[in-house]
């Protein structure tokens, strides 16, 4: 893998990387991506079919120092999600730096929809946090196993406020948020202006069809980026852009 910019670098190597992709910046939400070069983040209905090598080197990379792992309902009944997010390896490298060895998983549910004997929650190896803006009631919570808490928040007319939960994980020391989508999580997240970072894996491959983009949401939104790190690996670009704000 070699860096493009912000200078141009033959071989980068994962300190490297990490310097990269730090920010000083608290709270910090950095969502991650892959999309064709046409535009599509799916192939088949999952997104790891448009992945690589390097783009599971880099996902890894920033899910390491993250402090909690974000990601909506839908992608995780998608994608799975269950048992330790990051590897033996990385649960060393947290644990040397003070980190828990494992994020914080959080899961962004509008209807609950997460059951409490689901896998991922069972097999989670730390605390999970359960975001909603369904009505929850005492019952509800006795549910759920004791590593797994379920936080209300306001409904935005979206689904649960992205500025209620980032101020939720703020206030829990949570600051460094790795978020991993999908579409209408992003979506919201745009909207509600709570995006710091963005992290696109361009695949260099047309997928046409009627695939979903990165972001979904009821109406366009318009936020400003910079193009801060741009590394290519096999044809595929990896880039990250920073928030204007």
Same mark, same amino acid.
């Given at each position: ?17 990490? @310097? ?7 709270? *910090? /939400? ?9 535009? @599509? =983040? ?5 997104s790891a079919a448009l992945g690589s090598d390097g783009d599971q080197? %880099? ?22 999600? =269950? ?23 959080? %899961? ?6 997460? &059951? ?37 928040? &306001? ?21 460094? %948020? ?16 709570? /995006? ?8 260099p491959v047309l997928a046409a069809g009627a695939g979903s983009r ?23 670009? *990896? ?7």
């Open positions: 893998m070699r860096a493009l910019l912000p200078q141009p670098i033959d071989h980068v190597d994962d300190e490297y990387l990490l @310097s990269r992709y730090a920010s000083t910046r608290r709270p *910090f /939400v950095r969502f991650n991506f892959v999309s064709s070069v046409d535009g @599509s =983040a799916q192939l088949g209905g999952l080197r %880099i996902f890894n990379l920033l899910r390491r120092p993250a402090q909690v792992v974000l990601v909506g309902s839908g992608t995780v009944h998608a994608e799975g999600y =269950a048992g330790p997010l990051v590897s033996d390896a990385d649960q060393a490298w947290r644990t040397a730096r003070g980190l828990g060895a494992h994020p914080v998983l959080a %899961i962004v549910s509008y209807h609950l929809s997460i &059951a409490p004997d689901a896998e991922v929650l069972t097999s989670s190896p730390g605390p999970v946090l359960l975001y909603t803006c369904e009505q929850v009631t005492g019952q509800q919570r006795d549910s759920y196993p004791e590593h797994v808490q379920l936080v209300q928040v &306001a409904d935005n007319g979206q689904g649960p406020d992205p500025a209620q939960i980032v101020a939720d994980l703020d206030s829990r020391g949570l600051q460094a %948020i790795h978020a991993e989508g999908g579409p209408h999580i992003f979506g919201q997240f745009v909207a509600a202006g709570q /995006v710091d970072s963005l992290c696109v894996s361009y695949s990165i972001a979904r949401s009821q109406s366009e939104q318009q936020r400003s980026l910079t193009l801060h790190t741009l590394l290519e690996e096999d044809s595929m670009l *990896f880039a990250e852009y920073r928030a204007d704000r």
